[in-house]
């Protein structure tokens, strides 16, 4: 692609961020779409740069989605560590682009599958979804995504605290970075021990693997199990349960969007007025809402 | 309260996690709600018994609302430093409810406030409500509080990291816990520097604290500042503020919450198989979802 293609596609990015309907973004469906996920600081911008240039090695075109969870406070300022993929910044068979979530992460989990669909048509062999694996929304984000690599490293947290913020679930490939640190075999034997707790009843055992992803050691065993994975995915039909799956989630995440931008269009502060004050129930004031945004009849119901 | 008090609070807040709606529920809104939010292994729940224990000495009493994102692979068994504060398991004046988000935290956001309200109702003095302080959505739980403390700690992500999940624009205090590992001064730093960006134009800059709550070191300090910012929260306005967004964010929550059970409930395989063919776009399967779920007319908007 050149410069012009890229900024064309940057374009084109910026309306699905911005929540518009984009024409004709339908991808062929044939790029492979990896999710990296990881708490703060395990190494996720240095390991999506080492597989990059494994990948480009390869000659496959790479597009990469980064969800930063938006900081009014910070702005851009921090995301300095962007700055390590820029070595392929001049690379016209990359494309990097951060997404910001602007507060609100279930805009955010509508946009993320039409951007993978826009660079699937525009022609990238691998997509790579970056997402801060810590919070609900961002592990559904990557959990989008046919294969899922949860990234660990000593020291920042260990596995057990991984568990708890509920991404064992979700990696099909678990890789402990920063394998040169100390504690790094505790956070594999860890790792082991709660694996072999699960249910690998649909045939996929997740992997274990380590890397020093700054020095790109360990990174060709990543992308071999990533191989494997897809192997896997497509012989299981698993692939198409998930594409199918992932479709689902962009359709309830588009439907919810539109209501949810209604809703926020009406009146709500009178309504809350009532509630803070103790005169209105939330479950009437709810139903109020919705009439008022152009939903009548919508009794709230109990769940 | 009694064991029999306990446990029909115990079922009225199942009834709320439920998402039913409970009728008369509407506390006289005296308790304060202090939020308490940090990364995985910062001492939460350590700081939160700390807190109770001095809550009680003076006489409050005290319900805790734990969120933990839900972990189907887990189950409840990492939920283990909830032991920490077993240590108030038989005292009366307190009442301590885990509430988990069973991978939806948009439920949670709206039960959460009506959980508030359920124990406010019951007479509680203080209300902490305790939540993983790194994805978007639980930040946002945390942020509907009357006061909210952001915990860290050395070593479990720097200050940096904090700011990058967004939590740094949400606290009015930032306790930097386990003050006796040899990093805590470098944190106070990188958040004094962080914090000297913003823009404290509402009249309340953040404090900034250390703690070692395991000794209940500073634990004291802590409520002398949550002390200062009550004080602060009634005399500029914020509290009726706070409250008022408080409710705004719940009648969403509750409004949203009953469109996606019955967006939920209608077909989405269908569209979803056709949108994954390539042969439906995602806003007009969206837009049929949403006519199928009993919202006519609903056209989706770009946003």
Tied chains: 1, 2.
Aim: charged share 20%.
């Amino acid at each position: 692609m050149g410069s012009s293609g890229t900024r064309a596609l940057a374009r084109l990015l910026s309306r699905v961020e911005a929540g518009e309907h984009v024409e004709d973004a339908a991808g062929p469906g044939d790029a492979r779409v990896i999710g990296l996920t990881g708490a703060p600081g395990v190494g996720k911008s240095t390991m999506t740069s080492a597989l990059i240039a494994r990948y480009r090695e390869a000659g496959q075109r790479v597009g990469v989605l980064a969800i930063d969870p938006s900081s009014p406070f910070t702005g851009g300022a921090l995301l300095g560590d962007r700055i390590r993929m820029q070595e392929h910044a001049t690379d016209e068979g990359v494309f990097i682009r951060s997404m910001a979530s602007r507060g609100h992460l279930g805009g955010l989990a509508a946009a993320t599958p039409r951007a993978v669909r826009v660079l699937d048509a525009a022609g990238f062999d691998v997509i790579i979804v970056e997402t801060v694996g810590v919070g609900q929304a961002e592990v559904d984000i990557a959990a989008q995504a046919d294969s899922v690599i949860v990234l660990l490293a000593p020291g920042m947290g260990d596995a057990i605290q991984a568990a708890k913020a509920g991404i064992l679930e979700t990696g099909d490939l678990f890789v402990v970075n920063k394998a040169d640190k100390p504690d790094a075999q505790a956070v594999v034997r860890d790792l082991r021990g709660m694996l072999a707790l699960g249910n690998w009843d649909n045939g996929w055992k997740p992997r274990i693997l380590t890397a020093i992803a700054q020095q790109a050691d360990g990174v060709a065993e990543v992308i071999a199990a990533l191989d494997e994975h897809a192997e896997w995915l497509t012989a299981s039909g698993e692939l198409d349960r998930r594409r199918l799956a992932r479709a689902e989630a962009e359709i309830v995440a588009v439907a919810l969007g539109s209501v949810r931008a209604r809703v926020c269009a009406a009146d709500v502060t009178g309504l809350a007025a009532k509630v803070a004050a103790g005169t209105l129930d939330p479950a009437a004031a709810a139903a109020d809402l919705l009439g008022a945004a152009g939903f009548p009849d919508s009794t709230v119901l109990d769940e």
